[in-house]
């Protein structure tokens, strides 16, 4: 059963341009979750799907950033027109049901996107 | 809000001795879950140990093991009898909870060296 899959590894944008981040989930995992994690600092909390339902964006910056789980394929997050400030690894973790208490959450290795 | 704080920048310890890793965090919950995550060079975020509050044993993980104090919120880590692979950066985080959407609440982490 393969990990959780974050392609790429890593990614360069210049300002202005447009990065989209891939997440499968692990087999059989239905909830994913976005985290952003700037240098020297821990996660940040991005935003929470399920399948085709966005669960909670209350991490995600209003504009430019999106985020999509459809029912085929793999997670994306998308970020349009991208800053300096933008650079940072980006992960995702799934799960296979809600309730990370109780069952735990795997984490992607990330995607390290670096605007320049 | 709940915060999670790791006073701890770095820590060192020598190859088979023990080390303490701090954390404290807030909240007003009674009932929620805590975690230790290891991050090594590889960016994989690894879970070390969970601790659910409502339980007053401490949770072990064989080498790993936590000193949860709830009166004083603090869930400090012990590793015992360290290793070269336990090296990495250690994050403290806790599970929010909250209108039908769950949440990793993130320290700053701890970056602790093991000298052999």
């Known amino acids: 059963n393969a990990g959780v899959m974050q392609n790429p590894r890593h990614l360069v944008r210049r300002r202005g341009q447009e990065a989209r981040l891939r997440c499968s989930p692990m087999k059989g995992h239905s909830h994913v979750y976005w985290y952003r994690q700037l240098p020297e600092e821990g996660l940040k909390f991005m935003v929470y799907?399920?399948?085709?339902?966005?669960?909670?964006e209350s991490g995600m910056p209003k504009e430019r950033f999106s985020a999509e789980f459809p029912k085929e394929g793999p997670s994306i997050l998308r970020i349009q027109q991208v800053v300096r400030g933008d650079s940072a690894a980006y992960f995702c973790?799934?799960?296979?049901?809600?309730?990370?208490?109780?069952?735990?959450?795997?984490f992607g290795q990330g995607t390290r996107l670096t605007v320049v | 809000a709940q915060t999670v704080t790791q006073s701890q920048p770095e820590m060192s310890v020598q190859e088979a001795e023990t080390v303490t890793l701090s954390c404290t965090y807030d909240t007003s919950e009674s009932d929620y879950y805590l975690f230790w995550y290891k991050q090594p060079p590889s960016r994989q975020m690894i879970l070390v140990i969970r601790?659910?509050?409502?339980?007053?044993q401490n949770a072990t993980e064989n080498r790993f093991s936590v000193n949860f104090q709830k009166a004083a919120k603090s869930f400090s880590l012990k590793i015992s009898d360290s290793q070269l692979g336990d090296a990495a950066m250690y994050f403290c985080a806790y599970l929010v909870e909250e209108g039908g959407s769950e949440k990793l609440v993130f320290g700053k982490g701890t970056k602790l060296t093991v000298n052999p």
């Open positions: 973790a799934s799960s296979p049901q809600g309730g990370q208490g109780r069952t735990e959450a795997f």
């Open positions: 601790q659910e509050a409502y339980k007053q």
């Open positions: 799907l399920q399948k085709e339902n966005i669960i909670d």
